[in-house]
């Protein structure tokens, strides 16, 4: 998409009949120049439309503030985190006399519902707005972490899979970072650290700890939910957008950010609708902004720890002790990445061994050799993606072939891309480093050999995510959750009526995506089984 194109997307004008509508829900306001509309950390901030003057976007989360955007007459203010409820990372402030029409983020959501013309101008320009911001190399966040350290892998990870802008110090490359360091009383030891919008400081926090301080994570009412869902990849996402959309409370609960698996792509090539692809965190962002559009309520990061089915009413407990009541319940927790069977590998995890080829690994390893283990589409994407920025890619595959695994159209653009080399018959043997990884020794048709690779990225499959589960949820050998006709073949239903298709051994309670028995393991299946989910809920909630 062209640079003019992606900004007037980004900065449209609103017509006359879309500002009427706006001004049924909002006051017109009057404010002198250099009046500030909202300051960036803060977090119940308005939607804005310019009437009369300009309102200035600026930056200003490092000390001095840096222009972002001008809105002109007939242009609006706000982007991702006015619908989230999130703090807003920037500044909006008045130039000249103005005259705002100032519309609460609660309205708005209201509003865009009933207006589909006015909802798909302001979320497209939302979605816009964030991509360019991050383009743009907006500070935000300031991150002081060593290239080395897990925790520091960790934060940047979970930061950039919940959209957060932030700006990365490595320890080993800037001595004007250990001078931060110092001007906030920090020592290397509590790396990493989080340095806020307002100056308070975050030493090495959890994930829970920066959905809070963040405002990523929000609070879970105390309501009785029509369908609460455990896992917000694919499947879990297109359940919410679905049940809410078609009028169920709807709660979406993930322990790390919206996305799974998917959500770690570079690229998905082969989903219905994206010719040239997109990037697993987009297809996961916009697939966030519409179940936000339609009401569906997201807690992340929430950790599920158990769940009680009973009798018309279940029930997820979540970590803190606390649990969520829901007449349905859809398990949507996918898999976990498979480790490789090599001594020491625990060691170099997050310092040298990834699961995921995004941005955030791959400047890890920059102009380095790295390899790919695996021969799926996953480390196919991931190949191609390192292919861009580092010097060499070793894929190293078990078979004799790739195509037996992965669609015909990466293996060619993989045989074509000269700084991929493809062992053949291979697999890892040993990892060498002392506090990161700084080399492989692989087995070649049985001959060993030592590679010089700084980045190792795991691709060879993964468990479904079922420890959580209760007995009475019925699951096969591996762990996987049999739904439907499986559960009547393994004579653990009870009721007269057959079981829905998704539906698991206890009745109200449906699997979908990577975790469930016999899923194709797709982006477009799982997206197609989380909307199936949702049309089960509405027979079964029918009957109960």
């Keep these: 998409m062209a640079g003019q194109e992606r900004h007037e997307i980004a900065f449209p004008v609103l017509s006359r009949e879309d500002i009427e509508a706006l001004e049924q829900c909002g006051n017109r306001i009057q404010k002198k120049d250099g009046e500030p509309l909202w300051r960036a950390g803060e977090v119940e901030f308005c939607f804005y439309v310019v009437v009369k003057g300009q309102v200035e976007i600026l930056e200003d989360t490092s000390g001095e503030p840096v222009h972002v955007a001008m809105h002109e007459k007939g242009e609006f203010t706000g982007d991702i985190d006015l619908l989230f409820g999130r703090p807003s990372v920037v500044s909006g402030i008045c130039r000249g006399e103005c005259e705002i029409l100032e519309v609460k983020a609660q309205d708005l959501r209201e509003i865009i519902k009933l207006r589909p013309a006015l909802s798909d101008c302001v979320l497209s320009a939302f979605i816009m707005r964030r991509s360019l911001l991050l383009e743009q ?29 932030y700006t990365w ?147 997820v407990q979540i970590t803190d002790d606390d649990e969520v009541e829901a007449r349905c319940v859809l398990i949507a927790t996918g898999a976990q990445y498979r480790k490789l069977d090599v001594e020491g590998f625990e060691k170099f995890e997050g310092s040298g061994i990834y699961y995921a080829a995004t941005a955030v690994e791959s400047q890890s390893c920059s102009t380095s050799e790295v390899a790919v283990v695996g021969a799926g589409n996953s480390a196919g994407q991931a190949a191609i993606f390192l292919s861009g920025s580092v010097r060499k890619v070793w894929m190293i595959v078990r078979g004799q072939g790739l195509t037996a695994s992965m669609s015909s159209y990466l293996a060619r653009r993989i045989e074509q891309i000269p700084n991929i080399e493809i062992l053949f018959e291979s697999e890892v043997s040993a990892l060498y480093g002392d506090t990161a990884l700084e080399g492989i020794q692989v087995c070649v048709q049985k001959r060993p050999r030592d590679l010089k690779v700084t980045g190792l990225f795991v691709f ?32 653990r239903w009870r009721l007269k009526r057959a079981p829905f298709f998704l539906e698991t051994s206890c009745p109200g309670v449906f699997a979908a995506g990577d975790v469930r028995e016999a899923s194709i393991k797709r982006v477009a299946s799982a997206v197609g089984e989380g909307a199936m989910a949702v049309a089960f809920a509405h027979q079964y909630l029918a009957v109960v």
């Design 137 to 165: 190399g907006l500070t935000g966040v300031r991150v002081i972490g060593s290239r080395f350290s897990s925790d520091t892998l960790r934060v940047r990870e979970f930061l950039a899979r919940n959209a957060v802008p």
């Design 169 to 315: 110090l490595d320890l080993e490359n800037s001595a004007e970072t250990h001078q931060l360091l110092q001007s906030f009383s920090v020592c290397e030891a509590e790396t990493p650290v989080l340095i806020l919008s307002d100056g308070k400081v975050l030493r090495n926090p959890s994930n829970a700890q920066m959905g809070d301080r963040l405002g990523v994570r929000k609070d879970i009412e105390s309501i009785l939910y029509d369908l609460v869902i455990v896992g917000a990849g694919p499947s879990g996402l297109a359940a919410a957008v679905y049940g809410a959309s078609e009028g169920l409370q709807t709660l979406l609960l993930d322990r790390v950010a919206p996305g799974g698996q998917a959500g770690t792509s570079s690229k998905i090539e082969n989903y219905m609708g994206f010719p040239t692809g997109l990037s697993g965190a987009d297809l996961a962002s916009r697939a966030l902004v519409q179940a936000e559009k339609f009401g569906a309520q997201l807690a992340v990061p929430t950790e599920v720890c158990g769940l009680t089915c009973g009798d018309g009413i279940h029930r």
């Design 460 to 491: 060879i499959g993964a468990v479904p995510q079922t420890d959580w589960l209760p007995e009475k949820v019925l699951c096969n050998s591996k762990c996987f959750v049999l739904t439907g006709p499986q559960v009547v073949e393994a004579g």
